[in-house]
T-cell receptor
């Protein structure tokens, strides 16, 4: 459970705010992911990073900006979000992008007012 | 597009019973499948996985069955306990250049009554 940590766990922001979500993995993995989980919808893959390089951008609006400074840390910078962006944002990691078993963090519950 | 879906959105069982959660997938190229458990307020937790060259795989109190003929996946939980109450997701990976892209189903809510 503590292999992948996320902060903050809860976040409330206005549409004009700028905030960042942080993810850290302590598993020695080389791939990291951002997912969005909305009510009554399957998990949606947003971004995939392999060795700090972005290898997948799943048609995510530019108001979401990922950053991966090293293989252990992943950020999601948020600006001018919309109320429909309210969701649980989950970070995951895997040994590599070809090793499919992904381990998830607890998520950040985001509410956009 | 390809998708992973679940037959039953909710499942209620009595403590001690066996539970079976089903999942249908449509991508015949999928070669890896995984089950996750998500408790309230937590992220998905890995339970068990299986590759397409296997029909069955067992873990501690859990068994995953794969029927490639009908593209069906199931998770069996033996002697279900109240702590098993959660949402269960199946996910598939089409392999190849799909860069660790897991496609998730919508989830089944399992409720275990004492």
């Amino acid at each position: 459970e503590t292999g992948v940590t996320q902060t903050p766990r809860h976040l409330v922001m206005g549409m004009t705010n700028k905030k960042s979500l942080k993810c850290e993995q302590h598993l020695g993995h080389n791939a990291m992911y951002w997912y969005k989980q909305s009510a009554k919808k399957p998990l949606e893959l947003m971004f995939v990073y392999s060795l700090e390089e972005r290898v997948e951008n799943n048609s995510v609006p530019s108001r979401f900006s990922p950053e991966c400074p090293n293989s252990s840390h992943l950020f999601l910078h948020l600006h001018t979000l919309q109320p429909e962006d309210s969701a649980l944002y989950l970070c995951a990691s895997s040994l590599s992008v070809t090793q499919e078993t992904q381990y998830f963090g607890p998520g950040t519950r985001l509410l956009v007012l | 597009g390809e998708s992973v879906g679940l037959h039953l959105p909710t499942l209620s069982v009595q403590e001690g019973d066996n539970s079976i959660i089903n999942c249908a997938y449509s991508n015949s190229a999928s070669d890896y499948f995984i089950w996750y458990k998500q408790e309230s307020g937590k992220g998905p937790q890995f339970i068990i996985d299986i590759r397409s060259n296997m029909d069955k795989r067992q873990g501690q109190r859990v068994t995953v069955l794969l029927n490639k003929t009908v593209k069906h996946l199931s998770l069996q939980i033996a002697a279900t306990q109240p702590g098993d109450s959660a949402v269960y997701f199946c996910a598939e990976n089409a392999g190849g250049t799909s860069y660790g892209k897991l496609t998730f189903g919508q989830g089944t809510i399992l409720t275990v009554h004492p």
